[in-house]
């Protein structure tokens, strides 16, 4: 079974799940906007665990991390229930879906300049860069879609799309704190002739970051090939 193949199926069977929330949130007079609204909400609510995390906490306390996690993941479900609740509302529209991807871009810069904010507030400032890189990444994956489609090209598939960021930065973020509260924050792995150590209790939450920051880029790049090709096959069919 392909990527996207799997990725729809799971994303199926969650629809399956969250249905009956869905409509819910219909019959209480939510609307798809509203709903993404709420998504954009609870993200600007990361940051703001994120940067108080950051104003208040010292270095290597990372139950802040883990709270955020939580949120992160909480807020991912608004992203899938939007447009499930304009499916099942009746409720699409064009504007909708525009609003929609204008939030989506917002809520993930917003998560991410809260994770900066933290990282570098705590002195993690090569993971930072990691973070802003991953940030970068994640923005061209949307933007190559986006850019290709206005001009005629379908371009999907790749690894880190916005499901796969929000899952896992969240299950990262949620695996630290715990990791945190069992081992605390001064656990370091330190290998034989390396004069610094090479894991630390933060690096469940780093790690993933910096594999973002490159599979992002990568999936962006795929996109662009992708798209450079499908372009010059439509050309080529009306000579």
Same mark, same amino acid.
């Given at each position: ?7 729809? @199926? ?38 703001? $665990? !994120? &940067? ?59 998560? !991410? ?31 190559? %879609?986006? %850019?290709?489609?206005? #001009? ?12 796969? %960021?929000?899952? #896992? $930065? ?25 004069? !610094? ?11 993933? &970051? ?19 090709? @499908? ?7 009306? %000579?």
């Amino acid at each position: 079974m392909s990527m996207d193949k799997l990725r729809d @199926a799971l994303q199926q069977g969650i629809y399956q799940v969250i249905n009956p929330f869905v409509r819910l949130l219909i019959k209480l007079g939510f609307t798809p906007n509203a709903v993404t609204t709420t998504g954009l909400i609870l993200n600007i609510g990361v940051a703001g $665990i !994120f &940067i108080w995390g950051g104003e208040t906490s010292n270095r290597g306390e990372l139950e802040y991390v883990g709270w955020a996690g939580a949120l992160v993941l909480f807020a991912g479900v608004f992203d899938m229930l939007d447009g499930q609740v304009a499916r099942l509302g009746n409720m699409k529209s064009t504007f909708g879906a525009m609003y929609d991807s204008v939030l989506d871009r917002y809520s993930e810069m917003i998560m !991410f300049m809260g994770i900066c904010y933290y990282l570098i507030s705590h002195h993690y400032l090569l993971s930072s860069l990691f973070a802003f890189v991953a940030l970068i990444g994640s923005m061209m994956v949307s933007y190559t %879609r986006a %850019r290709a489609e206005g #001009l005629g090209v379908e371009c999907k598939g790749g690894l880190m799309q916005r499901p796969e %960021r929000i899952v #896992l $930065i969240g299950l990262s973020a949620i695996a630290c704190g715990i990791t945190y509260y069992f081992v605390g924050a001064d656990y370091k792995v330190y290998v034989p002739g390396v004069p !610094f150590h090479v894991f630390e209790t933060m690096s469940v939450f780093t790690l993933p &970051i910096t594999v973002m920051a490159v599979m992002t880029n990568v999936t962006a790049y795929h996109r662009l090939m992708d798209s450079k090709k @499908a372009m010059e096959a439509k050309e080529m069919a009306t %000579r």
